[in-house]
């Protein structure tokens, strides 16, 4: 399982298959009546957009930071089990992803409460149309889907926070 976890870390190609074979199967799943050919389409549609962005992200994150993208997984895999380079050069790299990225997490806490409410209007108005319908079964599933994304998001930034400042802690003690 670690080597699977390394593996889609460090490799585009590895990451776009495994979007691939969801797409996959998302599409079988949710167009059962279409033919076969239409699902493998749309999940090369959905892989090329994914990787697409990915790749553009990368790009962007390992020249903010100064180096690759096998770089960039290192220093990021060091980030999340809280090592800290014995390298100066290494180190600053780090202290730039570091930056880099509790940048970017603040600059998108701007927006966190107009995504939450945006989030929390979708359910609102999903439980409406499903009161005003009668049938409040797949309302209430979405409801509890969109409260549980939220939190995950929530949790997540929180987490991400926690790392990236504990990081930059550890980086400045050096």
């Known amino acids: 399982m670690l080597s699977l976890k390394r593996l889609l ?6 990451q776009a298959t495994l979007v691939f074979v969801l797409g996959l ?4 799943l949710f167009r059962k009546d ?3 050919a239409i699902w493998v389409f749309h999940s090369a549609l959905y892989t090329g957009a994914a990787v697409a962005f990915l790749a553009v992200q990368r790009r962007r994150a390992a020249r903010a930071v100064g180096t690759d993208a096998g770089g960039l997984a290192d220093l990021n895999r060091k ?6 380079p014995q390298d100066p050069q290494e180190q600053a790299a780090l202290r730039r992803l570091v930056a ?11 927006w966190l409460p107009y995504w939450l409410g ?16 009668g049938s409040l079964v797949f309302p209430l599933l979405f409801a509890v889907g969109v409260v549980m994304l939220c939190s995950w998001v929530l949790w997540m930034r929180r987490r991400s ?14």
């Open 25 to 28: 199967g998302i599409t079988a």
């Open 79 to 84: 980030i999340r089990h809280h090592e800290v």
């Open 118 to 133: 945006v989030m929390g209007l979708v359910a609102v108005g999903m439980l409406v149309l499903g009161a005003v319908s």
């Open 161 to 174: 926070m926690d790392r990236l400042r504990q990081m930059h802690r550890a980086l400045r003690q050096q």
């Open 100 to 110: 880099e990225q509790l940048g970017q997490v603040e600059r998108a806490g701007k």
């Open 9 to 14: 870390d460090r490799s585009l190609t590895a």
């Open 34 to 36: 279409e033919h076969p």
